[in-house]
Structures are given as C-alpha cells and as structure tokens.
C-alpha cells in the first residue's frame, strides 16, 4: 500500500520561503503524477500544483505561479514544493497526492487515489 509522508510546513513572517517534502513508500512503480493541494481555515480544499512523474510536465494555481515551484526526485521518491513571496492567504495544510492512472484533470483532487496526512504552514503578516 502506498504511503505519502508530508513535511517541511511551518510558520513564516509574509514573504519568507518554505520547502516541503512528500516521500513515498510502498510503491513498486512510478505514479503517473503527483500533486500538491491545501486546505486554508473555513475553505475547501484546492488545487496547489502538480507534475506528472516521467515526464516532468508541471501545472500550477494562477494563485501560485512564479512563487511556489513543483519538483521530484526519482531516485528518492521524493516530491518537493518550494514556495516564496509566502502570503499570509497561503496559510494552509498542505496535502501530496498521487495516482497511478493516466488522468487528464490533474487540478482535481477526485484523480488522486493516495493522499498524505498534511502539513501545516502558517504565513504571518
């Protein structure tokens, strides 16, 4: 069974940087992609960024674009988020999803079939 351990969240003033980390376990093959959502105070949870795995192709929420950078290491089954110029609207806990079927709606949590348990980051102002 494949497991998403999530970390690197904290806390931040505005405009400071966070990278975190999704290592897998468990898994026997590649993902077709894996993604990045969070879950704000009082929100639903949304779509952050997402890479399909061999490939590398990336997607990001306008939201977060030119400030939040999606990367993998292959080798270390490892899933990254670099996030600068954090705001304090990115206050969240962010989850790492995967899924091993070739999806076309990689902004939609519904494709995702393995999930981590979060991490917080909370951005001051």
């Known amino acids: 069974q494949v497991q998403l351990v999530e970390s690197g969240g904290g806390s931040v003033q505005a405009g400071g940087s966070l990278k975190l980390s999704c290592t897998t376990s468990?898994?026997?093959?590649?993902?077709?992609?894996m993604g990045w959502f969070r879950q704000g105070p009082g929100k639903e949870r949304e779509f952050v960024a997402a890479?399909?795995?061999?490939?590398?192709?990336?997607l990001a929420a306008d939201s977060v674009k030119g400030r939040f950078t999606i990367s993998r290491d292959s080798a270390q089954n490892t899933l990254y988020l670099e996030m600068t110029s954090l705001e304090p609207e990115d206050t969240a806990v962010y989850y790492c999803?995967?899924?091993?079927?070739?999806?076309?709606?990689?902004?939609?949590?519904?494709?995702?079939?393995?999930w981590g348990q979060g991490t917080q980051v909370t951005v001051s102002s």
């Open positions: 468990g898994r026997t093959n590649s993902p077709y992609a």
């Open positions: 999803a995967a899924t091993d079927s070739l999806v076309v709606f990689l902004a939609m949590e519904n494709q995702y079939t393995a």
């Open positions: 890479i399909t795995w061999i490939t590398g192709s990336t």
